[in-house]
C-alpha cells in the first residue's frame, strides 16, 4: 500500500505542478512524440551541448497524467547528463516497464522509478513510454540536428 501511495504523490506532484512542462525559445531539438491508441501528444525540446550534455529541456502537449508526469520525471533526470548517460536511463526505464529491473537499477531512475507498477498495467505502458521513446528518437544521431515533428507510436 505504502509504493502506491507514494506512485500516486509522485504522479500527482509531476501531474499538477510539472517542472518542465514549458516550451525553450530556439531550442536545438525538437521532436513530437504521439500515441494515437489514446490521444498523449507531447513535443519534446532539447538544447545539448557541442560535448553531448543536455543542457535544457522542456515538452508541451496534452496526454493523461501518466504521460505528462512521466516525461516530466524524465527531464529532470536527464537534464545536464551526458546523451549517453540519457539514453542508458532510457533503456533502464523501459527495462523497468517490462519488470526486469534490479533494486540497484530501480534507484538510477529516482523518482521515474515511481512508475513501476506500470509494467502491470499493459493499457497504460504506453502513455509512461511516450516521453522516453521520444527522447530516445531525438537524441538518435540521424536526427540530431532536425527541428521538424515527428510521430511516434510505441509498439
Known sequence: MQ???????ILTEHNIHP?????????????RGVNPSCGDDITLQLN?????????????????????ASADMMLELVIGRSVEES???KDTFLKMIK????????????????????????????????????????LDSDKAGDNTDVSTEEE
Open 99 to 138: 519488470d526486469k529491473i534490479t533494486d540497484e537499477e530501480l534507484e538510477m531512475l529516482e523518482e521515474a522509478g515511481s512508475l513501476k507498477d506500470i509494467s502491470h498495467m499493459p493499457s497504460r505502458v504506453k502513455c509512461a513510454v511516450l516521453g522516453w521513446r521520444t527522447l530516445e528518437q531525438l
Open 87 to 89: 539514453l542508458k536511463l
Open 3 to 9: 509504493s502506491r501511495t507514494f506512485y500516486n504523490e
Open 19 to 31: 517542472i518542465h512542462k514549458t516550451k525553450l525559445i530556439d531550442p536545438q531539438r525538437s521532436l
Open 48 to 68: 545539448v551541448s557541442e560535448d553531448g550534455i543536455i543542457e535544457d529541456g522542456a515538452f508541451y502537449g496534452d496526454g493523461c497524467a501518466i504521460s505528462q
